[in-house]
């Protein structure tokens, strides 16, 4: 698998902490391991096809969903819902 990077991400990681920007690339790299890793908390949103969560903290977020095998990083941060 690899990663592809909508521009919401992009501006949405560009604001993060630096501690969280290094968090969500130990993230990133359980997620290649496999979407179900524990220590991603990985689910499925309801209320979007095809869209799942995974948390890199308490408060902080990263949605992403799979086209063939990669999977495309759509959004990062403490509301991704709300936006």
Do not use: A, C, W
Request: no cysteine; glycine share 8%; hydrophobic share 30%.
């Amino acid at each position: 698998m690899k990663f592809e990077q909508t521009k919401r991400f992009e501006k949405d990681y560009q604001k993060l902490p630096q501690r969280i920007r290094k968090q969500v690339g130990q993230k990133l790299g359980f997620l290649l391991q496999g979407i179900h890793h524990p220590s991603l908390r990985t689910k499925k949103i309801k209320s979007e096809k095809d869209v799942y969560e995974l948390s890199i903290t308490k408060n902080y977020r990263l949605t992403f969903h799979i086209e063939g095998d990669t999977y495309v990083l759509r959004k990062v941060g403490t509301d991704i819902l709300g936006r």
